[in-house]
């Protein structure tokens, strides 16, 4: 029988070999093939808010596979109506419509669909340094070349602009921009958080000119940031919401808020698993956990003592400590990927955020002292 062999050279999508196999996981401890532990601040890229294998988790997840794993959306579900009866309590105000996805970048192609069908017009306005996922839309959306200069042509009508620079917005937002679409705090591209009265300006020039704000809240949504919604911290509300990652606690699943004055593309854009119920009773858990233990305020005092003790890390090679709750970067001032292999081999799991930024996504219920640890394995790390 024929096998595809997996590794460097053979998958389709590696970013950073790691060289190792993860066979386990529980709360914010992994285990690989050879029984060796490791610290988890990765967290499957910060999707996994509960940890790893969380029992309430497994059980909704359980429980639901014995009765029904997919139901397409012209059918109701008990499922999915109670989720999203959840999820309304909490979203904020006036985003009452949703669209159930199942990855991130559908939740940003579906939001760029929408924003053209909304508005008729083909422009997007996104920033440099931004990253939106890796679909043609999502990816024209992104700036880093190194994600779109292999697949050009990408779709036509997006321009960049600097990241917290009104004038530049001011200049780009026209009567044909469609939307602009931005990150609250820009993850994979450095873990940059926005400035507050630069998103009011933001949401003052698009509804002065008619282009619809997509917030793409796929990383900092669910708590990361210390907030349910990072554009909490910002006191704005967009037209649009954009979410996945952390939304059914590592359980691949995506989901776009929508004001109620959009009107919904009906029958034009759809999903065949989208709101499937294995993942609504998984988002549906999830959610409950997170408000049951107000994981977001847990995220914010963890995330600011964690940056406490990053900052106090005496090494000229780390140039800045940058975070919004448990989204945490260490930019040094050389290349990250040597840093984040040393960290795994002392057993401390990070993920790059570019070239220079050793980023942590963790679990928002890391144990406290494991959270030290993973500052303990970076030093010593960057002693190395
Ligand atoms: C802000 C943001 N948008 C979109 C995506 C794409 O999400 P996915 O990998 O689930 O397609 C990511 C993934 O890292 C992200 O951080």
């Not at 419509?97 to 970048?105: E, I």
């Not at 890796?134 to 697949?151: C, E, I, K, Q, V």
Request: aromatic share 6%; net charge positive; charged share 20%.
């Amino acid at each position: 029988m024929r096998s595809f062999p997996t590794g460097p050279g053979h998958e389709f999508s590696v970013t950073l070999a790691r060289g190792l196999t993860l066979v386990r996981g529980r709360g914010s401890r992994v285990w690989d093939d050879q029984g060796r532990s490791y610290l988890d601040g990765v967290a499957g890229h910060g999707s996994l808010i509960l940890g790893h294998a969380h029992p309430r988790l497994t059980e909704a997840i359980s429980r639901q596979a014995a009765v029904m794993t997919s139901c397409p959306v012209s059918f109701g579900n008990d499922v999915r109506q109670q989720y999203l009866a959840a999820l309304a309590e909490v979203a904020p105000p006036g985003l009452n419509r949703a669209f159930l996805c199942n990855s991130g970048t559908e939740s940003v192609e579906a939001a760029l669909k929408f924003a053209r069908f909304a508005t008729g017009r083909p422009g997007f306005v996104s920033a440099r340094r931004g990253f939106h996922g890796r679909t043609f839309g999502a990816m024209s959306a992104t700036f880093n070349p190194l994600y779109r200069r292999d697949f050009t042509p990408g779709v036509p009508g997006f321009a960049h602009v600097g990241f917290g620079n009104e004038a530049e917005l001011d200049a780009a937002v026209t009567t044909d921009t469609a939307a602009v679409i931005l990150e609250v705090v820009q993850g994979e591209g450095g873990v940059h958080p926005g400035r507050r009265a630069y998103f009011r300006r933001v949401r003052e020039l698009c509804t002065a000119r008619g282009a619809l704000l997509i917030l793409d809240e796929v990383q900092t949504g669910f708590g990361r940031t210390g907030r349910l919604f990072a554009c909490q911290h910002m006191e704005i509300v967009p037209d649009i919401l954009c979410l996945a990652k952390g939304i059914a606690g590592g359980f691949p699943m995506g989901a776009v808020l929508c004001a109620d004055h959009l009107e919904p593309p009906l029958g034009r854009h759809g999903s065949t698993f989208g709101g499937n119920p294995l993942a609504c009773a998984a988002a549906l858990a999830t959610l409950r956990v997170l408000t049951e233990e107000d994981l977001p305020a847990r995220a914010a005092t963890e995330g600011a003592r964690l940056h406490a003790i990053l900052s106090a890390i005496d090494s000229d090679r780390i140039v800045a400590v940058r975070s919004q709750g448990l989204m945490i970067g260490v930019q040094l001032a050389d290349r990250a990927a040597p840093t984040i292999q040393a960290s795994q081999r002392a057993g401390i799991l990070a993920l790059p955020a570019g070239r220079r930024v050793v980023r942590f996504l963790p679990a928002l219920n890391m144990d406290p002292t494991e959270l030290e640890q993973l500052s303990t394995g970076l030093a010593a790390a960057l002693t190395n």
